[in-house]
Structures are given as structure tokens and as C-alpha cells.
């Protein structure tokens, strides 16, 4: 039994550790060579897009619930309901968050927004709306809400016949992943609005158990809040 919670846990933390070490350690690699030529925020993608690939093939091998078959009938409307419902929220939050006097005490906030606004718009969207949103959500949603969720179902992992996880695991899974998303933003005004964004992705994810759906509601939120602060 022991071994095979520190199995779970493991297969939960490693991937996240994974993550964060290769993922600075790629931007500092890359700002090293080309931050004088092209900026922050394109070493930042060039970092996303290095690690992308072994997220996804963690995510893969991930005891996860997945359904995997596209939308039919209703099932459209509630993909669509979350994507619209989750870039509304955000949109709302955004505005909320940036007129808090938060940000005075917020040391990292500046700097971070700073490296997100260094480039053309097309690096923008592109890092932002695009490969960010891929990463963090087959990290935040996929590896690390869909396994603890999974912990509460000892059944087929298959979509079409799952157990249905105990709502104490379903929580858990959404609240964690939620937390997790916000503090490794490393500032206080973004941990409370990744944080809160997390917890709609969470339950967008759990409820229609399709990565896409969570990716492209916050690709779509994060070119939203572009188009917003565009001066």
C-alpha cells in the first residue's frame, strides 16, 4: 500500500519537477545567446516549445480519465459553455486584479509583466495564447488534476466506462492544481489570478475530461487580455 502511494505520488511530482528545472533552465540558456536580439518573451517561447513535447509524452503515460472522442449533441454546447464562460471570467478578473493595490507590494509582478509585453504581437500571441496555454494546461489539468482525480476511481481508466471518482478526490484534484498554477507564478497578484482561473479550468477539465477544451480556453482567454492591454 505504501509503495503504492509513494508510486502515485511520484508520477505526480516528477513531471512538475521536470518542468520547472528544464523550463528555466531553457530560458537562461536561450536569454544567455538571444535576449539582445530578439527579447525576454522569445526565449520564453523557445522554452515552451522545448518542453512541450516531454509533457505531453508524461501526460500520456498518466493514469488519467480521458475522452478522447470528439463532441456529440449536447456535449458541444457544454465544451463551448466552458470555453466562452472560462475567457469571460478571466477577461472579468484581469481588469479586477490590475486595479488592486496589490501590485504595489507584488515585487515579481512588474518584472513578469514586463518579459510577457517584450516582443512583437505576433511573439505575443504566439508564446501567450499559444504554446504557454499548451504547456501549462498538459501540465496543470492533464498531469496533475487528471491523476489525482484518477486516484479516486479504481475502475477502467477508459472514457467509456469509468468509475465515477469520489467528489473528495474531484476537489482535491481541482484545488491543488489550482494552487499549484498560482504559485508558480512566484507573485502575489498573479497567484490570485491564476489561481482562481485554475479552479474554472479544473472543473472545465474534470466535467469534460478533454484537454483541448481547458487549452483553448485559456489560449483564447490569455489573446483576449492581449487584445486589451494592447496601447
Known amino acids: ?8 505520488v511520484f508520477d505526480l511530482i516528477y513531471p512538475l519537477f521536470f518542468y520547472y ?57 457544454e465544451c463551448i459553455f466552458w470555453i466562452v464562460a472560462i475567457v469571460g471570467i478571466g477577461a472579468g478578473c484581469n481588469v479586477l486584479v490590475s486595479h488592486m493595490p496589490l501590485q504595489d507590494i507584488s515585487q515579481g509582478y512588474d518584472s513578469s ?14 508564446t501567450n495564447a499559444i504554446a504557454v496555454p499548451i504547456l501549462e494546461e498538459v501540465i496543470y489539468r492533464g498531469i496533475i488534476c487528471g491523476q489525482i482525480e484518477a486516484w479516486g476511481s479504481v475502475g477502467s481508466m477508459a472514457y467509456k466506462k469509468p468509475d465515477k471518482p469520489a467528489m473528495t478526490y474531484v476537489v482535491f484534484a481541482v484545488l491543488c492544481s489550482a494552487i499549484l498554477f498560482g ?15 485554475g479552479i474554472f479550468l479544473g472543473i472545465a477539465y474534470v466535467r469534460t475530461h478533454r ?15 492581449i487584445l486589451m492591454t494592447l496601447s
Not at 509583466?113 to 504566439?126: N, V
Open 1 to 8: 500500500m505504501q509503495s503504492r502511494i509513494a508510486r502515485r
Open 21 to 77: 528545472i528544464m523550463y528555466y533552465c531553457l530560458q537562461v540558456l536561450f536569454a544567455s545567446f538571444l535576449i539582445d536580439s530578439f527579447g525576454s518573451l522569445f526565449c520564453l517561447l523557445l522554452a515552451a516549445i522545448c518542453c512541450i513535447p516531454f509533457q505531453i509524452f508524461f501526460y500520456r503515460r498518466a493514469i488519467v480519465i480521458r475522452n478522447t472522442r470528439w463532441p456529440i449533441g449536447k456535449e458541444w454546447l
Open 113 to 126: 509583466t514586463a518579459i510577457l509585453r517584450d516582443g512583437s504581437i505576433m511573439i505575443r500571441i504566439l
Open 183 to 197: 504559485a508558480l507564478h512566484f507573485n502575489v497578484v498573479q497567484f490570485l489570478y491564476a489561481g482562481i482561473m
Open 211 to 225: 484537454l483541448w477544451v481547458v487549452i483553448l480556453a485559456h489560449g483564447c482567454t490569455n489573446l483576449l487580455v
